[in-house]
């Protein structure tokens, strides 16, 4: 069974975390907030960064979700009643999700591999690009 932090007695033990904490849960209100005025499938690649200088900052996870919040925030925000105070523009910013790190090439070739695309590409002189692509890929296998 994995050790859960019990957040009420680290609220307790420590006012910095508990001010972040409570800055977190609020953020995360507003975010699910704008959420339900959005179209479905914009609404999943957003969230609000915070209140910046009467700014509310707001986070897309792409291209596409950045320009339709940029077209569709200022009639949102001008209907949302329980918008916090102080706020008086808006900021969309690209921010991608943290993505998995792409895993390395472990793949090889074997030796015999190796040669048969070696003769093949001497073979291709009416296909230069392609005998070369093939020398480089033998090559390169060599060196692993």
Same mark, same amino acid.
């Given at each position: 069974m994995p050790f859960i932090y019990n957040i009420s007695s680290i609220k307790q033990r420590d006012s910095i975390c508990s001010t972040l904490l409570e800055q977190c849960a609020y953020y995360q209100q507003l975010s699910h907030k704008l959420r339900k005025r959005l179209p479905e499938n914009i609404a999943e690649h957003c969230r609000i960064a915070c209140i910046h200088n009467e700014t509310l900052v707001i986070y897309g996870d792409n291209n596409i979700v950045v320009n339709r919040l940029k077209m569709l925030l200022p009639a949102i925000l001008?209907?949302?009643?329980?918008?916090?105070?102080? /706020?008086?523009?808006?900021? /969309?910013?690209?921010a991608p999700q943290n993505?998995?790190?792409?895993?390395?090439?472990?793949?090889t070739l074997s030796t015999a591999a190796r040669m048969s695309l070696s003769q093949t590409a001497d073979k291709l002189t009416h296909?230069?690009?392609?005998?070369?692509?093939?020398?480089?890929?033998s090559h390169s296998q060599r060196e692993k």
């Open positions: 001008a209907n949302w009643a329980d918008l916090p105070c102080g /706020v008086r523009k808006h900021k /969309v910013l690209l993505q998995a790190p792409k895993r390395p090439n472990t793949l296909h230069p690009e392609l005998a070369a692509a093939l020398k480089r890929l």
